[in-house]
């Protein structure tokens, strides 16, 4: 059996992002969106401020993001972005040449799929504290959670194949730890380990300054 995996599946031509359409934004502009990123990407070798750290690399990606796909609204950009064969190109190149990106993207598909925060917590549904990464999703799965990213990884699994690491994917992972972030759930429970967040984080940070795009 194959995987229904919707980022497999041509949808016709996929937009072409300018990736250059950064470079020509106004100085300033440009100048803010690097410094947040120098902001985010200063705190690499600090595992103390990983929260902090993801945030200010994600206002940095957003930044780029709209400029260069045009589009205001994350989910609209998500999707633009997870379509670029430019950046999946990119994502593979550095995975294939740089041992250390390598290391933080195979970290982080190991946590995956990553839950969506706030229905654990009104859910009531925290897992041990002490289980492995694979005992936690196995609790959540039993609890019925459904609402991770990516969002095709079960079909992968009823499939017996391993969740692409590649960029569709990877975003859409980062992106779900960004939204849990975002809304305040940081202490909760296991869905927003520091160890999980740092991991995005290093991959986020890692890829970008890794492919010369920030
Ligand atoms: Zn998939």
Redesign the pocket.
């Known amino acids: 059996m194959s ?6 599946q041509s949808t016709g031509p996929a937009p072409r992002i300018q990736l250059n359409r950064f470079d020509m934004l106004n100085l300033e502009s440009q100048r803010l969106v690097r410094g947040w990123f120098e902001r985010a990407y200063a705190a690499k070798d600090n595992e103390d401020e990983c929260f902090e750290a993801f945030i200010f690399g994600w206002i940095a990606v957003n930044g780029w993001a709209a400029c260069v796909t045009g589009k205001d609204g994350e989910t609209e950009y998500i999707k633009a972005l997870q379509r670029s064969d430019d950046l999946a190109a990119k994502f593979k190149k550095l995975l294939d040449h740089s041992p250390a990106f390598r290391v933080s993207a195979t970290e982080f598909h190991t946590f995956w799929p990553i839950f969506k925060a706030q229905k654990i917590r009104r859910g009531g549904h925290h897992a041990p504290a002490d289980g492995s990464r694979a005992a936690i999703v196995e609790h959540y799965l039993a609890c019925r959670l459904t609402d991770y990213e ?4 079960q ?2 699994r009823d499939a017996g194949e391993p ?2 690491l590649d960029w ?2 990877t975003l859409a992972a980062i992106y779900r730890v960004r939204c849990n972030l975002f809304h305040g759930e940081k202490s909760a429970h296991s869905e927003m380990d520091r160890v999980i967040v740092r991991s995005a984080y290093l991959t986020l940070i890692g890829f970008f300054r890794g492919a010369n795009i920030l």
């Open positions: 995987s229904n995996c919707p980022y497999r990516p969002k095709c990884w079909s992968h969740v692409p569709p994917h």
